[in-house]
């Protein structure tokens, strides 16, 4: 790729009408710019590049053929959707993608009317869709085209499952867009992509469907799908599993042949009822780079477009680690050590770093799909059997999970390791992807044990403590990115469970922190110091059990507190003080720092950090403020 791009057609489309007049020639050439528009715009302003490279065919002819927004298109997650934005009025806009006060990394309701639903989880588009074709149709607007695009990894979801069960028993005009590329952001796993695979290899049958279709505007349409169903019967075993939901399938079909497509979702849209088609795409199609390493191209950062090459942000050997990898070094070491341990994670192998083990004892590690409810009730079964899982899951993801947690696991006193990666705001990828909540939805449970490092070391020995002996239910949170910690893999120390520590003496003010927004206030008192304030640290680590020791100690010396965490403060750590003060009759005055009762959106952390108001700055003005 050299030189510089032209986009003179792209710069002509400002929303989907200006579509409509394109020949397929100038489909074609749309394509093509708008695919190195968004490898010119994503290699130096990150976001999800492969996914979005996958479907500019599919996204053109989709609003090419459909009328957009009256007509409603429902991505699954959101990864794919740039080429959408683009089309759909923000293409200048799009420069300010997943930055702050910029546009959002996912579609989002308030943002567009052409974004029918809000996402950013997977396999909740079918539902959706479902949900608005029912509305459609008992509004009397029959007209009205509901579509839903999903990819083989969501697919594997058992939200997905439970939409196509519903969608069809009912009449609804709904059409679900399988877009099979084999690969979520790992390589897909599990039954449902061997037979994806045994229908798209199947030679025989491809060769025949596609002489079919081309019959479809010689025959009446229920002889050809009468032929077509026959084929499929004869040459693929078990190829009726979505015929048999009641959805009419159609495909596979070539996910970048625009032409094809437009001629496919144009025959498609006078069929009535649920019917599904499956569309065959390359994740990061038209950037050789991208194609190859689909994983690592998933989001990628910062990279040259010319030749590929990711940009690092930090370069030698003198930066601290990212606590994932602090993570899978460690559940690599500990299995090494304990033949009870197991690795689980719901299809982010690569992103919290289960990977290592995998690679190393991949009988002991499993990747089992997008599937976070089967992920902690599976770990509660390996449990039972006495092994130690350590069942690692993005923490915003596990919301999903909360019912197995409480049911399958603490009620039943299960030696279960639950650790949420991707604990507290995690930045660019924004209000869905934020891990707020899970402190406070935790804490509300008893019988489980929740803490939160400050740093690597302690990542390290919380995970050492947790296979140690049979405490029950641990919860592990820790942030996403970078620790402080250049020198973390220290002999192994093991922590006494509900103990927290103090950091620092002081007598003006004390502050309570949890997790790694602790290094944030040893960086804030540093510089109070030199106002001649005396500042006392305390790291509380657990969340649950409460260190009361400390917390006495606390409240028996200073008359002004501030807690602070990486999480909503209703009903997190702060609350958790307050509820101790009020039981133990103590007056401090004291003021909490978290997540306010709002979501916050992307951004950098520095930038949402300061929004929230616990970056240094906003601690040392909250300790000024408090200390009048």
């Known amino acids: 790729m050299g030189g510089d791009p032209t986009y003179d057609l792209l710069e002509k489309i400002n929303s989907p009408a200006d579509l409509k007049n394109l020949n397929d020639e100038e489909l074609i050439l749309l394509c093509d710019q708008l695919r190195e528009f968004i490898i010119d715009v994503v290699s130096h302003h990150p976001g999800h590049l492969g996914a979005s490279l996958g479907v500019v065919e599919l996204t053109v002819a989709l609003h090419h053929i459909f009328n957009t927004p009256y007509d409603k298109v429902v991505w699954d997650v959101g990864h794919q959707a740039y080429a959408h934005k683009i089309l759909t009025g923000r293409r200048e806009a799009f420069k300010t993608n997943r930055m702050y006060n910029g546009i959002s990394g996912f579609p989002k309701m308030s943002e567009s009317p052409y974004d029918s639903f809000g996402v950013g989880h997977s396999s909740t588009s079918i539902s959706a869709a479902l949900g608005m074709a029912v509305a459609s149709e008992m509004a009397g607007e029959l007209d009205r085209q509901h579509i839903a695009i999903i990819g083989d990894g969501s697919m594997t979801a058992g939200m997905a499952f439970e939409a196509l069960n519903h969608a069809g028993v009912s009449k609804s005009n709904l059409l679900v867009i399988l877009n099979d590329n084999g690969i979520a952001i790992d390589e897909n796993v599990g039954a449902l992509k061997e037979y994806l695979t045994d229908i798209t290899t199947s030679k025989t049958y491809n060769k025949i469907k596609d002489e079919v279709w081309n019959m479809l505007g010689a025959f009446p349409r229920g002889v050809v799908q009468?032929?077509?169903?026959?084929?499929?019967?004869?040459?693929?075993?078990?190829?009726?599993?979505?015929?048999?939901?009641?959805?009419?399938?159609?495909?596979?079909?070539?996910?970048?042949?625009?032409?094809?497509?437009?001629?496919?979702l144009k025959d498609l849209k006078n069929i009535p009822g649920p019917k599904l088609l499956h569309v065959i795409?390359?994740?990061?199609?038209?950037?050789?780079?991208?194609?190859?390493?689909?994983?690592?191209?998933?989001?990628p950062g910062y990279f040259d477009k010319r030749t590929g090459d990711i940009i690092e942000s930090h370069c030698g050997k003198d930066r601290p680690p990212k606590f994932q990898t602090v993570f899978g070094r460690t559940i690599l070491e500990l299995a090494e050590m304990n033949p009870k341990i197991i690795g689980i994670t719901p299809a982010m192998p690569s992103g919290c770093s289960l990977n290592i083990m995998m690679a190393k004892m991949p009988k002991r590690a499993f990747d089992v799909g997008i599937a976070e409810q089967h992920a902690v009730t599976f770990s509660a079964g390996l449990a039972v059997q006495g092994f130690i899982p350590f069942c690692n899951v993005y923490s915003s993801f596990m919301q999903r999970a909360y019912d197995q947690i409480i049911h399958d696991v603490v009620l039943q006193k299960l030696h279960v390791v639950l650790c949420l990666d991707r604990a507290g705001?995690?930045?660019?990828?924004?209000?869905?992807?934020?891990?707020?909540?899970?402190?406070?939805?935790?804490?509300?449970?008893?019988d489980i044990i929740i803490a939160s490092p400050m740093n690597e070391e302690d990542l390290r020995n919380l995970m050492f403590t947790a296979q140690s002996e049979n405490y029950g239910p641990i919860a592990i949170r820790y942030p996403k990115g970078e620790g402080v910690m250049v020198n973390w893999k220290t002999p192994f120390q093991k922590i006494e469970i509900g103990k927290g520590r103090k950091l620092k003496d002081g007598n003006d003010l004390a502050i309570i922190s949890i997790g790694p927004v602790g290094n944030n206030v040893a960086k804030a008192i540093e510089k109070l110091e030199k106002e001649n304030l005396s500042i006392a640290h305390y790291d509380l680590l657990f969340a649950k059990p409460l260190d009361n020791d400390l917390l006495h100690e606390v409240f028996s010396k200073f008359k002004k507190v501030i807690t602070i965490e990486d999480?909503?403060?209703?009903?997190?750590?702060?609350?958790?003080?307050?509820?101790?003060?009020?039981?133990?009759?103590?007056h401090a005055s004291l003021k909490?720092?978290?997540?306010?009762?709002?979501?916050?959106?992307?951004?950098?952390?520095?930038?949402?950090?300061?929004?929230?108001?616990?970056?240094?700055?906003?601690?040392?003005?909250?300790?000024?403020?408090?200390?009048?």
């Open 281 to 299: 795409t390359v994740k990061g199609k038209g950037f050789l780079r991208a194609e190859k390493e689909q994983t690592k191209y998933h989001a």
């Open 226 to 264: 009468k032929v077509e169903n026959a084929i499929k019967l004869t040459l693929i075993r078990h190829s009726n599993l979505f015929e048999s939901l009641n959805f009419r399938y159609f495909g596979p079909v070539d996910g970048h042949d625009v032409s094809r497509l437009t001629k496919v």
């Open 592 to 628: 909490r720092l978290g997540i306010p009762d709002k979501f916050i959106e992307q951004g950098t952390n520095k930038e949402l950090h300061k929004e929230c108001g616990y970056d240094v700055d906003g601690i040392i003005k909250a300790s000024l403020e408090i200390l009048k």
């Open 567 to 586: 999480g909503t403060i209703n009903g997190g750590v702060g609350s958790a003080v307050l509820e101790f003060m009020a039981d133990n009759n103590y």
């Open 425 to 446: 705001l995690v930045g660019e990828d924004g209000a869905t992807h934020h891990g707020a909540y899970d402190l406070a939805f935790l804490r509300c449970i008893p």
